[in-house]
């Protein structure tokens, strides 16, 4: 076996653009998804700190999810463009389209939610964004080459 053969076999390092790209789309992620998380894990901690204490703190997260959110669409379509040049499966097409109905989903779930103005609708709308936002991210997985 020639040595340009046993290259093509090696895992190889990612150039600085995807790096880049990737390492944003999946902080982005991490904010907005992983926010999500700990938000709902202390809201009965924070309602020990009085009447409207986790709204306002849902708000504080607001303005830090929604330009993860935002960035997530921009380095989302730089991802799309990065990897449009390959032919894709019907598979992976598929994943692809599933994928952006669940990013509206998570979007519009979560400004639902800081709409809403009962507790059960705020709940509901909560667990529809936070739903979307994982299917989001697991077929982000999947889709990742
Ligand atoms: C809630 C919003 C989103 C979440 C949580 C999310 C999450 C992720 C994650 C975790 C990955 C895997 C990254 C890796 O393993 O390298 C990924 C990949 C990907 N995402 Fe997203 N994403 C979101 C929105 C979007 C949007 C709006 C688009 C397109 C407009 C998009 C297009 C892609 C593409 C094409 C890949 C594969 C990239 C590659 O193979 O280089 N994503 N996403």
Known sequence: ??????????????????????????????????GQFVLAGLVPTMRGFGEGA??????????????????LIITGFWNYLAVSGTHASSGWSAAFGIKMLMVVIAGVGALMHTKATTPKARGMYAGIGLLGSIAALVLGIAIAG
């Open 1 to 34: 076996m020639t040595h340009l053969q046993f290259a093509a076999d090696q895992l190889q390092l990612a150039n600085a653009s995807t790096v880049l790209r990737l390492s944003l789309h999946v902080l982005a992620a991490a904010v907005w998804v992983g």
């Open 54 to 71: 986790p709204q306002k703190v849902a708000q504080a997260f607001g303005r830090l999810s929604w330009p993860a959110y935002w960035l």
